[in-house]
């Protein structure tokens, strides 16, 4: 605190001694809807002053006495707004920004339009406009946030389908993400194959993957943050869309014209329901039914009220869940079994402009993620009684409630601060089992005592321009964790810069250091609901990495085009995995009352470095980006593979994706993606035996002649840990968009070919084992797919 408060003192006193400077603040809105339009461009042309709105669309510049300026705001799909003012007096100027056809343009860009790569202290940052994400094709027809970002360099995409995200070598655990400041615990619908995220209801999403500012902490490898719509003050809007999985709808308007707003966004699959008659078709008999189904459901809301010009409060949720069942009924036997999972999450904000140099948001957050297994059967006898019956329940829980507070000062046209402090309460029910059945000896009740903890952070940073051709980004943040037997207490310091060498081109570097409290236990990689999250304790430490990123970025006029390059080289300490053989069922089901969670992990290391190269075309007829990963990633556990290095299971040495739009003409888009990617690294067996067991011989005699059996169960010989390389997979997908705009609405109908060359990517590996026709018996090895070509038709609405 006393390092913050210096620092803070230190700036403060710059401001006071500078030269006589006036400031001009305001906020910048769309037109009509009066949405706070975060991150765009207020800048003096020919001059170095300029700013950029923070998230709630809010802007403060401090510049010289002078007899007038001309101030210009840009920000991409909108208008270009100049206005002339004096500069005698501080002023607070609101602006309002016009939405410009988006059929004329198309920007496929990480970046704003006006805000250059090559003049930004941030590196390692990927900005997605949410029409961007509309456009590209999709899996199914349903635009997901997730898989576009797989498409871009240092985000490794998982197993064939999933929405897992691997960044830089990190896990799916190690990534922070935020929904209105609210932490989303399982980012998965239907088991990885969707995300929670309808972009219908977002307003701005950005991934950071290395040179994190000090404002961010809690995770090792990426912070996703995303904002959603504030909902229109002027007039009732609607968007929605019928896809082939799910349908959805958006409704937002004013609740006091000008003054407050709502949105409320929903979204629902309907597998269950289509998929109810076909299950009927097939039934086994009249006598026994079978009824398995599967859905799921989302829903965002948020409403938002004016209090005056200084304040504005902010409150708005998402609610998910994700249901499996299988019911069975016969003459003589019921059983039901389930899997469920589902978030929530609720935020209460509260902006206050204290004065034009000093913006103050205050947050209260909820976040919960629960998840559960049910299994139930009973066999009855002729006479009605219940001859056998068996109950399992399965249940793991996260709650959170948390307080931030965070401020941007602005104290001259040099610096822009920002500082702040967060409280976050755990609640984390680990594992819940109870178990009866009428053919056991005693019921299993198991539940892992809450544990509750209390992580925590300051932090502090300053955006300083050093000169004109230096710019960076310097902060410091103190987390702490605290379980009821022991406090961690860790700084986090944080560097990135960019230098200029020559006009638009700009040498860039950046040290982070990150701490991580919470876990993500898994025997899967693919980010499962039933990968367990556990807290650290006094015999688990916290997760900790260090990020060094150099690269080079330049913007070229002619044609339009960013081109960054980086190299970054991560090392990760005290990551966590499960020990040979275990997993979340086993620690509660054999041993159950004797073994904990803690007992069945293991610690240790890991590395990552490769380079990253990304070219953009961001504007025309014709648009898109390639993007190039080449990376290694190594772990290393004392208690796994013998205690030798190992590339886990995301390791990918290559990856390439080629996205391209191109619109035809008004009415008509088209666009492709194309992906590469070395396969995963697997683990499979590299021979089999018989084993000795009790009876390992055994003699009968049949018509005089005695008989030798071999009753030994087969065993496999494993190498080392992901010795075998899957092949390497890639796949075509294509879209076209029909658009048709009328006076009050607009529609378009959407047609795409998933894997459009019916490319047969490896999903999983099983070896199984062929008869020969001299007798003998061969072992093969077999790769199953799971997507072949898929063909999607979407009708999309507006009004």
Known sequence: MRIIFTLFFILYTLTVSAQERITISGFVKEQGSQEQLPGVNVYIPDTPYGTVTNTYGFYSLTLPVA????????????????????????AELNILLTTINQLDEVVVSSRRQEDYVSRSAQMSQIEIPIQQIKKIPAFFGEKDVLKVL???????KGTEGQTGLYVRGGGPDQNLIILDDAVVYNANHLFGFFSIFNSDALKSVELTKGGFPAR?????SSVLEMNMKEGSKDALHGEGGIGVISSRLTLEGPI????????ISGRRTYIDILAAPLIARNQRGADEQVKPGYYFYDLNAKINYDLGARDKVYLSGYFGHDKFYANETGNNDESRAGLDWGNKTATLRWNHLLNQKLFVNTSFIYSNFNFGVSNYSKDLNTDGSVQDEFSLRYTSKIRDWGIKTDLDFYPSPKHAVKFGAQATFHRFIPSALAIQGSFIDESIE????????????????????AADALKMNAGLRISSFQTASKTYIRPEPRFSAALRLAQDFSFKASYAQMNQYVHLLSNTGLGLPTDLWVPTTDRVAPQQSQQVAIGLAKDLEKPVLTLTLEGYYKKMNHILNYKEGA???????????????EDNVTAGKGWSYGAEFLVHKKTGRFSGWVGYTLSWTKWQFPELNFGKTFYPRYDRRHDLSVVGIYELSKRITLSATWVYGTGNALTLPMASFTGVTDNFFSRFSSGGKSTITWNGDRVNEY?????????PFHRLDLAVQLHRKKKRHERTWEFGLYNAYNRRNPFFYDISEEKLANGNTKSTLKRYSLFPVLPSVSYNFKF
């Open 583 to 597: 997993s979340f069922l086993s620690i509660n089901g054999e041993n159950a009352n004797e073994l904990s969670w």
């Open 446 to 465: 198991r539940s892992v005592k809450p544990v509750n903890t209390l992580e925590s952070g300051i932090y502090i940073e300053d955006t300083w321009q």
């Open 719 to 727: 190498g080392e840990k992901n010795s075998f390389r899957a092949e």
């Open 150 to 156: 797989q498409l871009m360099p240092g985000v490794q």
């Open 216 to 220: 961010y902490g809690g995770r090792l």
């Open 67 to 90: 007899d007038s300026a001309l101030i210009v705001y840009s920000f991409v799909g909108y208008e270009k707004t100049e206005r002339k003012i004096s500069l005698r007096k501080n």
């Open 256 to 263: 006091s014209k000008g003054k407050s707003s709502f949105l």
